[in-house]
Every structure is written in C-alpha cells, then in structure tokens.
C-alpha cells in the first residue's frame, strides 16, 4: 500500500478511476531506482533532493513519490556517527553554556571542550553531533528486488490497495473461488456468497470503513486480499468506496494493469492468536469420533451461499455437522448470517455465538444449536453437543445391524468388526455372538482360549507369553491373561512371570 496522499485517482464524470502507470512509465521508474542505488553511502537528504530533481521532470510527482516510497521499503537508513549524538549533544550544550559562544571561535573551543571530556575528536564530534537527524541519516543498504517493470507492477498493486482501503464492501468474481474464499478466511475479513442466476459465485467481503470504527489492522487485510484476488486467470471486483463522504465506484479486472510482481509475497496474516484456530489447535487433542474439517463445501441459502468455519464428520457414519463462529460482527453483518441460517435446509448445524452479540436466542430459533463463548469456545460445550448427535447415531446403527453375528475369523477386534460394519463399537453391545466370547475389546472362538490355556503355564516369562498371546491375534495382554487365569507377578523393572489368580 500507499500513504493515501500518493493516491491517483480520476474522478471525472461522478467515476474513481485509478490513474495507472503503464509502460511509458518503466524509463521513470528505472530513474528512481538508479538514484537510490546512486546514493549508497549518502545522506537521505542528498537523497531526497535528487528525487525532487526527478519530480520536476516528472508528468506527476506522485508518481515519483510513490515509485520512491517503495524503494525506501526496501533500503536501510543508519546513523553514521562514533558516538552516540543524542548522549553527546547535552554535554556539548552545557560547554557551549559555560564557554557563552557567541562568535566561531568560542563555538569552537566549545567543540574542543566537549570532545576530550568524551574521548574524541573535536572534527568528528562536530560531524556527527546531529548525524542521528533524519535528513543526516546515511542509505546504508539498499535491497530493491525488482527491475523497473516490475516497479511498474508493484505500484499499480500498491495503488489498487491503497484504494480499497476506504471501500465499504467488494464485490469479487474469480477463476479461482476456492483460493479466494480460503484467502477472505484466512485474513479473517467479514463475507458473504451470492449466488445469481449465472450460477457464478460472488464474493461479498465488507470492507473496513463499513465497521463502527475503521481500523488499519482490518483494512490492512482487507487490502491485501487484491494479492490473492490478482493471482486468478480471469478475475473482476466492484469496490464501493467512501470518497470523503461521497460514494463512488471502484471497477477493476484482469484487464486491468494489477498483478503480483515476481518477487517475495507479502506474508498472509496468520490465525495464530484467532478463535477459529485457537479451536482448531485444542479440538483436535480430544479423542472423539469426529474428525474436523476445515472451510467444508458451501452450503445454499436461496440466492446466497455460505461456508461455515468448520464441519465434524462422524467417523462411523456418512454424518455431518456444521460449525460456524460468529465473533465480532456488526449488527448488519449478524443479521446477514442469521438471515443465511434461516435459509438452510437439511443442514445440522452448531453456531458458537459471542455474547455481546446477543443472537441465541434468534439462532436457536431457527432450529440451530447455540453455544455462547467469551473469548474462547469452550471444548466441554462442544462436545457435549456432538455427544448428543453420537447418541442418536449409534441407536440408529445398532437397529441397522442384526441381533447376533458370526465373524469368520476366530479372533478379531470389536473396532476392526464395527468399522466392517460402518458402526462405531458402541452400537455392537447390543448384539450376541454365539461362536465367540468377548475378551477385554476382542472376539475370541472358544477352542482358540483351551489352545491358549495349553500353552501357557505359571513361571513363564511376561514377554513369552505376550509372544504367544500375538500369535493368535490377542494385543490385550492384561485381558486375555485374566480371562485366562493368569496374573503377572512384577519383578523390578525387568517384567514379569505368570502366576495362577487365586
């Protein structure tokens, strides 16, 4: 982005109309390059004198400006002192104090004064006394990572941003939805998605002077969507922009002179402090039968079409439940997701609501569950919801499957059968085997425990008899000896032997 003096727009006929650069543009912009990378080693002053130079050769200074602010992103400004000015200058004020200087040579013995009580030397002193001054500051290092084209193409980036910044709301089609939408949730920005008769999505997004208080943060981000947005083969947006008070259009697409310079992309904004991700990272240490999904399938609301937060896909069964969170939002934006709620049909879906907001009432209303959170989702809530959903699905699955069944193995594990089956293990208590018996959570034949009980006696070691108890398919140790009549006699660290119960 710009500083948003450097904006160049055209406002001719009621439009706003970016004043691009373009290739007649390249000689100027590799001038301003070659001046910064003429004046390493030089003052910012000298500097910004030679870009004053250019400016007035220039068909428009801010171009040259804001050709040069971003330049100066890339260059590295340092004091070039061997003190510190800021420490030394009191100490030479108060030797110009008690010398009264008045004419250059007491100014001068003044100097004198100051730089044997520091241990320097009086020509280096006066050189440096003001060096940490912005004017005085050396170009130490300069990095520019683009030839002038692509200066050309970082500007127009940069402009375009600089002017969504003051949007109200962006209008986007893209090639590429899929990016574009994980983009709009990964910079945390408010949408929502139209779906008109084309059948061609639209992205909502709500731009930052739309919110009570704008703020850079969020405009920040709302800009930087245009990185993602530029990427996509074919691409177009309509931006309205708050002109100063006055409402104005902003039109742009893949015809127009924005694309991503090959250089380093700007990093994403992470989520790493984000309530979503924040849930993310402590849902997924819960062992629950649910696996998380992240920015699941859109769902249709009528003409519009949202993607919730999250999904939990039941892991025994073609199941899913949506997760939305509902954080801060104006009212206008909440009740354009209550509005979108109503619209779903067939869909279980859980809503962790911020209480600010005070919308529980109004989605419970519309047939969804509510969680109210404070700063976190709490996990219990959650999961005590999706509990209540694997209650009904595991009655749903066990009078799916018969009252008894007959594995053809003659030892196999109650997951390994359930998961045969499409159900989780708890649906399978309610059904009889009657050619084998339960050992701990296996399934075990009758004639493979006399096997077992001919093979194992008392003093054998505890890895021997794990090793028989293997052979057979039994990994539950503890269950099988039991079953058995065997306990393990612990002796240290070292294991153990076999022993009768008693």
Request: hydrophobic fraction near 45%; charge should be negative.
């Amino acid at each position: 982005m710009l500083r948003k003096e450097l904006l160049r727009v055209s406002r001719g006929g009621g439009g706003y109309h970016l004043q691009f650069a373009d290739r007649e543009h390249r000689p100027l912009a590799a001038r301003v390059i070659g001046t910064f990378q003429g004046h390493v080693g030089e003052q910012r002053g000298t500097l910004e004198d030679a870009l004053a130079s250019l400016e007035a050769d220039a068909p428009d200074f801010k171009l040259v400006r804001g050709f040069a602010a971003l330049c100066e992103r890339e260059a590295a400004f340092e004091t070039d002192a061997p003190f510190d000015p800021e420490r030394l200058r009191p100490a030479v004020f108060e030797a110009a104090e008690a010398v009264g200087v008045v004419t250059e040579d007491e100014r001068a013995m003044a100097l004198v004064g100051a730089a044997e009580s520091r241990d320097v030397s009086a020509d280096d002193l006066e050189a440096g006394l003001f060096a940490d001054l912005e004017e005085r500051q050396v170009l130490a290092d300069l990095d520019v990572p683009w030839d002038p084209d692509g200066l050309v193409a970082q500007y127009n980036l940069s402009l375009a941003q600089t002017a969504l910044f003051d949007a109200t709301e962006v209008r986007v089609r893209s090639s590429d939805p899929k990016a574009l939408i994980s983009a709009v949730k990964r910079l945390r920005l408010m949408y929502e998605i139209e779906v008109p008769n084309t059948g061609n999505r639209v992205v909502i997004v709500t731009g930052p002077t739309a919110l009570f208080r704008a703020t850079r943060r969020y405009g920040t981000r709302f800009a930087r969507l245009l990185r993602t947005v530029a990427k996509a083969q074919e691409w177009s947006l309509e931006a309205t922009i708050d002109d100063r008070g006055t409402e104005r259009t902003l039109t742009l697409s893949d015809a127009d002179p924005v694309r991503v310079p090959d250089a380093d992309p700007v990093a994403e904004v992470s989520f790493d402090s984000g309530v979503e991700v924040d849930f993310a990272a402590r849902f997924t240490n819960l062992d629950l039968e649910w696996d998380l999904v992240r920015e699941p399938e859109p769902l249709s609301t009528g003409m519009r079409a949202m993607i919730p937060d999250f999904a939990f896909d039941y892991r025994h069964d073609d199941f899913r439940v949506y997760f939305e969170i509902m954080g801060f939002w104006t009212p206008e934006y909440v009740e354009k997701k209550l509005g979108q709620l109503e619209g779903l049909e067939d869909v279980d879906m859980i809503v962790a609501v911020d209480e600010s907001l005070g919308a529980g009432e109004a989605i419970e209303a519309r047939d969804h569950r509510a969680i109210p959170f404070r700063g976190t989702v709490r996990l219990k809530d959650v999961a005590d919801v999706l509990r209540e959903y694997e209650t009904d699905l595991v009655a749903a699955s066990a009078e799916r499957l018969p009252d008894e069944l007959v594995p053809d193995e003659d030892v196999i594990a109650l997951a390994d059968l359930a998961a045969r089956h499409g159900v989780g293990e708890d649906a399978l208590e309610a059904v009889a085997f009657p050619d084998h018996e339960r050992v701990g959570r296996s399934l075990v034949r009758p004639d493979v425990l006399v096997a077992l009980r001919e093979d194992l006696e008392a003093g054998l070691s505890l890895a021997e008899a794990e090793t028989i108890l293997e052979g057979v398919g039994l990994t539950e140790t503890s269950a099988a000896l039991s079953r058995l009549g065997y306990r393990v006699e612990w002796e240290g660290l070292g294991g153990g032997v076999l022993r009768r119960s008693e």
